[in-house]
């Protein structure tokens, strides 16, 4: 008998899962950083395509009806920014283990940390109410009562993330929630002026009134959400990935984002090319008859399924990112992965906030209104909170060698300044109706 052609297999290392295996030569490399990439994918992409949520949604599909296609270049420059923090908000979880909650408290004085954490839970309980309100509105167009969608959805998400397994759940709600990518597919059935399009994408075609500033406005707090920024710092930290990991969540993060906001854009495209009056939107049907070149009489049903999905994985992720942010910065235990018993003011911030924002979901009034001017509140408290992530990414006594550089800190100053001036702008502009 002849003896057995030998074999390559990968190195002896404890936990590899290609150890033992009939590896051909050269494969086991690419073998593990595959396997490793699979692994860390997951809070840059939930993050961001939890940015398309209710509010998200209405307020890209109210800027293609309400301006045309005049909105996009405001979002290619709210997607630059929106990869510039992400980034730097998954590079701090990675290196240093911890979510921004905890760094602010570290790094700043408790009463600044109280401060940033006040703004979060203002913004996050306003985003909350609306992620219950897009719920109810997509109930309402399969002609089910808010009065029962609400309370059965708060119920259930609630049950998902401290009694079930929130991993599972949220990749249930990812999928519900890409059914948005029908949109690209509407713009093009719907034959927009792409010449226009482009134009606008690429050149500010910008309008000096209050209207189009509140929006533009809303686009950044839609987009550029600290929940985001939060869950995203808290979740990798949470998930164990260091700096060896870094790339792989990099790649998750950056990828994310700009997936994310393709999909934003064609909504916007999407909405302008199929809505010919200009003027805001007033219902969820308004949004869901850009759908029409695809799903025809089904639009609504279609737009409904996706606006829950959207909704619920929000609904879960924005009250989670409150709890990872003050158990963090009270230095509690926060995980997804703990029971109600050893993590007690985690889940219970977590309850809280699913209570209020169903509860406040189910006054009466205009839902759509609501998540617009859910998405306006969030926008002018957003660079407050972007200039703590700043100052944390630009300090080598946090990130050592892995601190913004002389470029990257540069973009994300301008970044920052750019949606610190809008919102001021925003803030101005709305102050003597507030009088």
């Known amino acids: 008998m002849s003896a057995p052609e030998p074999t390559t297999t990968s190195p002896p290392t404890t936990g590899d899962p290609t150890q033992g295996e009939r590896v051909p030569p050269g494969r086991p490399a690419l073998r593990r950083r595959l396997i490793l990439v699979l692994a860390i994918l997951g809070p840059g992409l939930i993050a961001a395509n939890a940015g398309n949520d209710a509010g998200g949604i209405v307020t890209y599909a109210s800027a293609g009806a309400q301006f045309g296609y005049r909105t996009l270049f405001v979002m290619l420059l709210v997607t630059v920014g929106l990869v ?9 979880g990675a290196y240093t283990g911890q979510g921004l909650g905890a760094l602010i408290r570290e790094q700043f004085s408790l009463r600044i940390a109280a401060f940033a954490l006040v703004l979060l839970v203002i913004a996050n309980t306003g985003l909350v109410v609306s992620e219950f309100a897009g719920i109810a509105a997509a109930m309402q167009l399969l002609h089910v009562s808010r009065y029962l969608s609400v309370p059965v959805a708060a119920l259930a998400i609630w049950a998902l993330v401290t009694l079930g397994s929130y991993r599972y759940a949220e990749r249930i709600f990812l999928l519900l929630s890409l059914v948005f990518i029908t949109y690209p597919i509407a713009a093009i059935l719907a034959h927009p002026d792409w010449g226009t399009a482009t134009s606008n994408l690429i050149l500010p075609h910008l309008l000096a009134n209050k209207s189009f500033l509140l929006l533009a406005v809303a686009l950044i707090g839609t987009t550029i959400t600290p929940y985001m920024q939060f869950y995203v710092a808290a979740a990798v930290a949470d998930k164990g990935a260091g700096p060896s990991e870094y790339p792989a969540t990099r790649l998750d993060t950056v990828s994310g984002a700009i997936f994310a906001d393709i999909v934003s854009i064609f909504i916007i495209i999407a909405t302008a090319a199929a809505i010919h009056h200009r003027a805001p939107l007033n219902s969820a049907a ?21 606006l829950i999905g959207a909704s619920a994985l ?23 992965s703990r029971r109600f ?16 924002g169903a509860g406040l979901a189910l006054v009466p009034g205009n839902l759509i209104s609501l998540l617009v001017n859910a998405q306006i509140l969030n ?6 909170l972007l200039a703590f992530i700043l100052a944390l990414a630009n300090r080598p006594s946090v990130l050592g060698p892995a601190a913004n550089g002389p470029i990257f800190r540069v973009v994300a100053t301008i970044s920052v300044i750019i949606v610190a001036v809008m919102a001021a702008g925003a803030l101005a502009t709305s102050l003597p109706s507030l009088v």
């Open 84 to 92: 510039v923090v992400q980034e730097m908000c998954a590079r701090l």
């Open 286 to 306: 308004q949004a869901a008859h850009a759908l029409k070149p695809v799903a025809g009489r089904f639009a609504s049903e279609l737009f409904a399924i996706g």
């Open 314 to 336: 929000a609904a879960a992720v924005v009250p989670l990112s409150t709890a990872y942010a003050v158990g963090e910065a009270i230095g509690t235990e926060s995980s997804v």
């Open 341 to 356: 018993s050893e993590a007690r003011l985690f889940l219970g911030l977590f309850t809280i906030e699913i209570i209020i």
């Open 379 to 384: 926008g002018i408290i957003t660079p407050i």
